[in-house]
């Protein structure tokens, strides 16, 4: 692994696993990781709901943190 490309570590010293770590991982975990390019497919709900109403919130302010998805927020309000 490459720090940088791999991962990153963040201001409280953990360890922070970026989309192309996930990307040749090839699945969700479930864990619902901040750079998760699989819309969370693994995580149970409500933490699933929660982790994209976060990430939605997050492209607003910062777009290109998030180009890989847009997560409707509209239709996960409807399931809340």
Do not use: N
Request: charged share 30%; aromatic share 12%.
């Amino acid at each position: 692994m490459i720090e940088g490309v791999h991962y990153y570590i963040d201001p409280k010293g953990k360890w922070v696993f970026t989309a192309a770590y996930h990307e040749g991982r090839g699945y969700c975990c479930g864990e619902a990781c901040k750079h998760c390019p699989f819309d969370y497919d693994a995580v149970p709900e409500p933490i699933k709901t929660r982790a994209q109403l976060i990430r939605a919130a997050a492209s607003k302010t910062a777009p290109e943190a998030y180009p890989e998805k847009q997560v409707d927020t509209e239709d996960i309000k409807k399931h809340l």
